[in-house]
């Protein structure tokens, strides 16, 4: 059985940490190749280099994390009981 409250959390930083490194890498690449369009049409209210945009695009990922760990834990325990064989993932 997978534990919720681990999974989301580190799904979470998992998200937000990638969000840093699609801004880092739009940093030092040129526009062309950015993804900034992409960032502001997924993550309300974003907007691309302003402070606030970093501060509010890393805690929206962190939160999509945490909803994806919050929803994949719960059935995939599910299915695990229900057609696994029961014990705990490997």
Do not use: D
Not at 17 to 43: A, D, K, R
């Amino acid at each position: 059985m997978l534990n919720t409250k681990l999974v989301s959390w580190v799904l979470g930083m998992f998200a937000a940490v990638s969000f840093v490194l699609c801004v880092v890498y739009g940093l030092v690449t040129p526009q062309s190749l950015h993804m900034h369009t992409f960032l502001e049409q997924v993550l309300p209210a974003f907007k691309w280099l302003t402070w606030w945009g970093f501060l509010l695009g890393f805690f929206e990922s962190f939160l999509y994390g945490v909803y994806a760990g919050l929803v994949f834990c719960p059935i995939y325990n599910w299915l695990n009981c229900r057609f696994g064989n029961g014990r705990a993932a490997t």
